[in-house]
């Protein structure tokens, strides 16, 4: 099947720096691809919608300057976390569609971010 | 807008028994897909099923199931034989096709599975 990877699976970081995810789609072609944001033992939250070659969307409530999205190609959207602060510690999940049905999801493995 | 609801923020399963994680959900749109999604303690989504709302069968994968009811607007899973593998977070998830709405998933807020020994 479809595969996507993310990486780093996890990153601790001082309270300031910017931190970038990058997700990949390994064996397809990903158009668009999704941000998810979850917390412990929540549900995933879409953050955006990542489109090659064009501005991300982003879902409500979602700081556009503070999580910057950029998919410059068709395997590769990355994340950047800028000026991270503790409440911007979570884990991070990339989506991608592909897949044997229309528009099927594959999920990254997740980045769990920890700002100290 | 979409909502996917799960009633059932923890189950328990014997080892090599049934067990069904129910999940209802509510849209105003005529064309949408149902999926289901594993999340082990690693983090990890796997994809288990998915149902689109005009299929007439309901879909199977292995020992995975759902149990689609369009009338009730319920898409439950059904997990035959447990196997200690089997324990992790369930997400139940919905897309719609329409508009704005076109791949992006909404989630339920999961249901934890215990099987035991």
């Known amino acids: 099947g479809a595969v996507v990877s993310q990486h780093p699976s996890w990153v601790i970081c001082k309270s300031g720096t910017s931190v970038k995810i990058e997700c990949r789609s390994l064996?397809?072609?990903?158009?668009?691809m999704f941000w998810y944001r979850q917390f412990p033992k929540q549900s995933l939250m879409l953050m955006a919608t990542?489109?090659?070659?064009?501005?991300?969307?982003?879902e409500q409530g979602v700081e556009k300057d503070k999580f910057l999205i950029n998919h410059a190609s068709l395997t590769l959207s990355t994340l950047t976390v800028t000026s991270a602060h503790p409440e911007d510690s979570s884990f991070y999940i990339c989506?991608?569609?592909?897949?044997?049905?229309?528009?099927?999801?594959?999920f990254g493995e997740g980045s769990r971010l920890t700002v100290l | 807008a979409q909502k996917i609801t799960q009633t059932q923020p923890g189950m328990f399963v014997q080892e090599k028994e049934a067990v069904t994680l129910d999940c209802t959900y509510d849209?105003?749109?005529?064309?949408?897909?149902l999926f289901w999604y594993k999340q082990p303690s690693s983090g990890e989504m796997i994809f288990l099923i998915y149902?689109?709302?005009?299929?007439?069968q309901n879909a199977t994968e292995g020992r995975y199931s759902l149990n689609f009811q369009k009338a009730r607007k319920s898409a439950n899973l059904v997990i035959s034989a447990s196997q200690l593998g089997d324990s992790a977070m369930y997400f139940c998830a919905m897309r719609g096709y329409s508009g704005g709405s076109n791949y992006k998933l909404t989630f339920g807020k999961g249901t934890l599975l215990t099987v035991n020994p």
């Open positions: 064996d397809f072609q990903a158009t668009t």
């Open positions: 989506s991608a569609r592909g897949g044997r049905y229309t528009g099927e999801l594959f």
């Open positions: 849209t105003s749109d005529q064309s949408y897909g």
């Open positions: 149902q689109g709302s005009y299929d007439e």
């Open positions: 990542s489109n090659e070659g064009s501005k991300a969307t982003y």
